[in-house]
Nanobody, 113 residues
Framework: QVQLVESGGGLVQPGGSLRLSCAASGFIFSRYSMSWYRQAPGKERELVAGITSSGRTYYADSMKGRFTMSGDNAKNTVYLQMNSLKPEDTAVYCC???????WGRGTKVTVSA
């Protein structure tokens, strides 16, 4: 079955970096678009970034220039490189296989001094 497993979250100081991974299984990874969403405590879930099956990436405005999404078809994995992290980036980050409507359970990112 379709499965998405995120990893790489943790505690980081403001200005620091983290790299999140989302390992996919159960579908032909290269044929589908993928995205990252996040949900902060008490807030709505919001789009962070996405990548189409052709490799085109797009980002929410507040993440442009700080976050980079990439994919490795050989490893069935997408990544989210997050730099210059801010306390307001604290959230649970989940990946999503858009056309399949599949979600991972998420990985928690805490940005705090």
């Amino acid at each position: 079955q379709v499965q998405l497993v995120e990893s790489g979250g943790g505690l980081v100081q403001p200005g620091g970096s983290l790299r999140l991974s989302c390992a996919a299984s159960g579908f032909i990874f290269s044929r589908y678009s993928m995205s990252w969403y996040r949900q902060a405590p008490g807030k709505e879930r919001e789009l962070v970034a996405g990548i189409t099956s052709s490799g085109r990436t797009y980002y929410a405005d507040s993440m442009k220039g700080r976050f980079t999404m990439s994919g490795d078809n050989a490893k069935n994995t997408v990544y989210l490189q997050m730099n210059s992290l801010k306390p307001e980036d604290t959230a649970v980050y989940c990946c999503n296989a858009i056309e399949l409507g599949a979600w991972g359970r998420g990985t928690k990112v805490t940005v705090s001094a």
